[in-house]
């Protein structure tokens, strides 16, 4: 596991929002500002932060779901934003996509096998008459029947929806899997499932995935590195024990302190005063700096970037404790 097969440098996915009327002056929101990292081959990159800060933004560039407005995307030694659609759509099969809701995600007017068989088909990656039985395969692989292909998404329980998603993700044979909060919308019991499977996969068939998700407990229980966004910024990036035992960014030491944890004391918990700026206009300097509790006069005007400061452990605070 050290060769790199994503390569994100300097990402940014700016909406253009129109304010309306003659003449109005158009507004800009940074969901995605400057974002840079790598992922290796048969890793699980944990990507987490609070809802809105660009984390799923970044997902759906990967995939061609959005187009950046700035940065590249090297996948494999190739940037994909320099590529023509039609030569990037060459790509797409190799980063696939396993969405967050398992009931929006599929097609209500389809069958599960219509489902999977779908990708299989627009990429000609078999005889129509070999379809089938890779859908019976696929099927059986995520944990549910073969005899369920005929049946319809909502006869299905939320779990066995999100099972079918996994296997339209797998039936194009990608390299890569982008997986936006997979399991934020299922019972504990049925998460830890999910999870598994998702291991089991990714060993099976040698995946690397971007593991997206708001808990905090899901992340370090699949992902091999771990990334905080905050504000469309990445403000810390380590090794999952690095980063959950010698948390160096005040915002990371919120995050955790958050966290459910049995035996955790109230004290213990860090309380964020103050207001999120806005995405529309972010400060220049520190983003976190309206909210950071070790805040000083310096940080009005520094503007931080991601610094390695041990061995894979970068953070965007000047003020860090190693």
């Known amino acids: ?96 996509l396993i969405f967050q809701d398992p009931y929006a995600s599929l097609n209500p007017r389809m069958t599960i096998g219509d ?38 998404p909502h006869e299905f329980s939320g779990g066995q929806r999100q099972r079918v998603g996994i296997a339209r993700a797998l039936a194009v044979e990608p390299r890569v899997i982008v997986c936006d909060e997979p399991v934020s919308a299922l019972d504990v019991s049925i998460q830890a499932q999910v999870l598994n499977l998702l291991d089991e996969l990714q060993e099976e068939f040698g995946l690397t995935y971007l593991f997206i998700a708001h808990g905090l407990n899901v992340v370090r229980h699949i992902s091999d590195r771990v990334g905080v966004m905050y504000l469309g910024k990445l403000v810390e990036v380590a090794p999952k024990k690095e980063l959950y035992e010698h948390p160096l960014h005040p915002y990371t030491q919120a995050l955790l302190s958050a966290a459910p944890s049995i035996g955790k004391k109230k004290q213990d918990r860090i309380i964020l005063s103050g207001d999120v700026p806005s995405p529309i206009n972010p400060p220049e300097t520190c983003r976190f700096c309206s909210r950071c509790f070790r805040k000083t006069e310096a940080c009005d005007t520094w503007r931080p970037e991601l610094t390695e400061v041990s061995e894979g452990h970068y953070t965007a605070c000047q003020f860090h404790e190693s």
């Open 115 to 152: 489902i999977i068989a779908e990708p299989i088909l627009i990429n000609h990656l078999m005889p129509a008459d070999q379809v089938e039985d890779r859908v019976a395969y696929l099927l059986e692989r995520v944990g549910l029947s073969r005899q369920y292909r005929n049946r319809y």
């Open 1 to 96: 596991m050290g060769e790199v097969i994503l390569d994100i440098q300097h990402l940014s996915k700016h909406f253009v929002l129109d304010k309306g009327g003659f003449r109005s002056e158009k507004k800009v929101l940074k969901a995605v500002d400057d974002v840079s990292f790598q992922i290796k081959k048969g890793e699980t990159f944990g990507l987490v932060g609070e809802s809105g800060c660009g984390k799923t933004t970044i997902g759906k560039m990967l995939v061609n779901l959005y187009q950046p407005t700035s940065g590249k995307i090297i996948f494999d030694g190739k940037d994909l934003t320099a590529l023509k659609p039609a030569e990037r759509r060459k790509y797409c099969r190799e980063i696939q």
